[in-house]
């Protein structure tokens, strides 16, 4: 199966354990948060404020802000430019990702 991976035949450190909503999952050194997630068959982890629809990765590059996501108790962060260190707790996020 042809990998972002194998195609750039990249050889990163062993993986390490994040949380999502307190699911273990596995990430590379030097992954973001969005490319973790999607590597757990993960495509959407917030719902927008109005009308609760699913969201994920749009832009990729840190432009749409469609990707927000709670990283370490931090509402908001752009899942597509957040790398994961060892221990980081992901939570999906609902609305605005505070208790309003
Ligand atoms: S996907 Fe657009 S900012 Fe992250």
């Known amino acids: 199966m042809r990998t972002p991976l194998k195609l750039a035949d990249a050889h990163p450190g062993p993986a390490f354990p994040v949380t999502l909503d307190g699911r273990e999952i596995e990430a590379l050194p030097g992954q973001t ?15 927008t404020r109005g009308e609760g629809r699913p969201r994920g990765v749009f832009c990729g590059i840190g432009v749409c802000f469609d990707c927000l996501v709670t990283v370490n108790d931090r509402p908001n962060q752009r899942a597509c430019l957040v790398p994961l260190h060892p221990g980081d707790a992901i939570r999906t996020q609902e609305g605005t990702g505070h208790d309003d």
Do not use: F, H, Y
């Open 33 to 47: 948060v969005a490319a973790a997630l999607w590597a757990a068959g993960v495509t959407s982890w917030r719902t």
